[in-house]
């Protein structure tokens, strides 16, 4: 079974900066993609950001610009850098990797990392 854990969440003030990541218990090598979401309280879950196993990345518009999706496939790890934090950013941030065919893929999830973001 494959494990996912989350670290770097936290306190940070509007405007701030925070650096997410994703450790993989195997290579990273066989997901077709992983990625961050988020779910704030009363709210469903959200896509931020999504990394392909050939590096495609692609963001939430409320995002782009602030997040960026990377991976280091030699540390089977997944990262999450973001600036310029609102406080609509507030929400607990999962690891996401998806493996398989199209027709029958497998999602695996972290435990959460809580993010707060002080006006």
């Known amino acids: 079974q494959v494990q996912l854990v989350e670290s770097g969440g936290g306190l940070v003030q509007a405007g701030g900066s925070l650096r997410l990541s994703c450790a993989a218990s195997e290579s990273i090598f066989r997901f077709n993609s992983m990625g961050w979401y988020r779910q704030a309280p009363g709210k469903q879950r959200e896509m931020v950001a999504t990394?392909?196993?050939?590096?495609?990345?692609n963001y939430a518009d409320s995002v782009k610009g602030r997040f960026t999706i990377s991976r280091d496939n030699a540390k089977n790890t997944l990262y999450l850098q973001m600036n310029s934090m609102k406080p609509e950013d507030t929400a607990v941030y999962y690891c996401n990797a998806r493996s398989g065919p199209v027709y029958s893929t497998k999602d695996y999830w972290g435990q959460g990392t809580q993010v707060t973001v002080s006006s």
């Open positions: 990394i392909t196993s050939g590096g495609n990345t």
